[in-house]
């Protein structure tokens, strides 16, 4: 039978390399990030986001195999779908998304008591938040914005893109500001739900609720006679409005507003959630 003995006993200090608040902020995005799309993590939490990313997917996938295996203009112009509607076709995939799998990125370490560590670090509330919130909307925008990528590549592959590399940069530009602001009002939104529970299947029913009456209330009060301006209560109705008046494109059938309006109601709701998002963090407890 062995034995072991302590010799000694006591506190060091650190002698390794300081690499300052950057990294720790870059180290806790990348793990933001696994934990979104379930890395290192058992195989059930990977079902979920490869599901919703796979639908995401799917429509752009049909629609480059059909520019490659027929001309675009074969079926009339009107076929081709513009990029701001492939972000639509892939709309329900992304709120599911939202609700579903972005809280646990706040939610879970309140929880389970990370949080507290992490602010025993080089990382204040500010830049925990800075962490998790490009970690959460760099995924969101990936998986909004690669799927019309995909078909701007099938299509210039097939001849039907864009007529220059200026044209073609600008609609690749265009396509990535689009899925960025979506995700950034989305996951604001998200944030505001989570910061004020530590159960993640509450936040999720409660921003999954949001997505589905928002819209509905709104379309009912603007059907009812009053101003279309009510319709800027519903947070992915605005998010989702945005992308075409961004391509200088409207939606008649949804939307009655003026591009002013839409773009006021995006920063509005983009500077109220992220707003809250920083009081609700100055009242949570460290401890």
Do not use: C
């Not at 599911?96 to 309140?110: C, G, K, Q, T, Y």
């Amino acid at each position: 039978m062995t034995t072991s003995e302590i010799y000694s006993a006591g506190y060091r200090p650190f002698e390794g390399e300081r690499t300052g608040w950057f990294a720790a902020v870059s180290t806790l995005t990348w793990s933001a990030v696994r934990s979104i799309l379930g890395l290192g993590r058992p195989a059930r939490h990977k079902v979920f986001p490869v599901i919703v990313i796979a639908l995401a997917f799917l429509p752009a996938v049909v629609f480059v195999g059909l520019a490659l295996l027929f001309p675009v203009d074969m079926f009339g112009s009107e076929a081709a779908p513009n990029y701001w509607e492939l972000l639509r076709f892939t709309w329900l995939p992304v709120l599911v998304f939202s609700a579903m799998v972005v809280p646990e990125a706040l939610v879970r370490d309140r929880r389970n008591g990370l949080f507290s560590l992490y602010l025993t670090t080089s990382l204040t509330r500010g830049r925990y938040l800075l962490g998790k919130a490009v970690a959460s909307v760099v995924v969101l925008a990936v998986v909004i914005s690669a799927p019309a990528i995909l078909y701007l590549v099938g299509l210039t592959a097939e001849g039907s893109g864009p007529d220059s590399v200026l044209n073609w940069l600008g609609t690749l530009g265009g396509i990535t500001l689009s899925g960025g602001a979506i995700a950034a009002l989305l996951i604001g939104v998200g944030f505001a739900i989570s910061s004020m529970t530590d159960r993640r299947a509450f936040a999720s029913v409660a921003l999954a609720l949001l997505f589905l009456v928002a819209p509905i209330v709104t379309v009912a009060l603007t059907e009812s006679g009053m101003s279309e301006h009510w319709r800027l209560l519903d947070p992915a109705g605005v998010a989702m409005e945005f992308s075409p008046r961004l391509w200088g494109d409207t939606s008649p059938e949804y939307w009655a507003l003026s591009n002013f309006s839409v773009f006021l109601g995006q920063i509005l709701w983009l500077l109220a959630s992220w707003a809250f998002v920083g009081y609700r963090y100055r009242k949570v407890s460290a401890l």
